[in-house]
């Protein structure tokens, strides 16, 4: 008896988050309900119309996705009306100070942010980009317990470092298998 995504959002806008993880059969029903404007509820036999204006998002590069026939390239070309592409935001440095004081006015409604906190926040590059920043306010918020937060209440996280591929296991057990597969002829392989 729930209403779906699509129906909750009919006649305005549905936001679809990392689209790229879609499985392949879900991307081929969502493209029938955006080609057809309908959908029909989980056990029920009537299609009802939707009017419903599509958002997505990935982090994830589509155009070598379909190439690797991981998504669908009828449906990247249906949902790509308008392209935006938003640099991290490490690039825009000029949106932190609205963000920093919409998160202050969302999460710490009773605390304030102090000057050096602020650039404690500034200064750093977010790597994790806006959810970093929302995390580390909220951290903040709960473990200082003051009204004010100063840059010392301000704990960031270190920096992930990009796990080092070792080809050598990646590559070796493919080559030892195409080997085999091909009895054994180097050439082949």
């Known amino acids: 008896e729930k209403p779906g995504a699509f129906m ?26 955006i080609e057809s404007g309908k959908i029909r509820k989980v056990g029920e036999t009537e299609e009802k119309p939707i009017d419903v204006r599509i958002i997505t998002a990935t982090h994830q590069n589509l155009n070598q996705m379909i190439s690797a026939k991981l998504f669908r390239e009828d449906l990247y070309y249906r949902l790509c009306v308008l392209h935006l592409e938003i640099p991290p935001l490490r690039q825009r440095p000029e949106d932190l100070t609205c963000l920093i004081n919409h ?80 009895n054994r002829n180097v050439a082949q392989t």
Do not use: C
Not at 9 to 32: K, S, V
Not at 121 to 140: A, M, V, Y
Not at 157 to 179: D, E, F, G, R, V
């Open 103 to 182: 998160f202050v006015q969302e999460l710490l409604p009773r605390q304030n942010l102090s000057e050096d906190a602020t650039k404690k926040l500034q200064n750093h590059s977010w790597p994790g980009n806006i959810r970093e920043l929302k995390n580390t306010l909220l951290r903040s918020m709960i473990t200082s317990g003051e009204t004010t937060l100063h840059a010392k209440d301000i704990k960031l996280q270190p920096a992930l470092k990009s796990a080092q591929l070792n080809w050598s296991n990646l590559i070796q057990p493919s080559i030892i298998k195409t080997y085999e597969h091909t």
């Open 8 to 33: 909750e959002a009919h006649q305005g806008t549905l936001f679809l988050d990392e689209i790229a993880e879609l499985p392949l059969q879900t991307q081929a029903e969502l493209l029938r309900a």
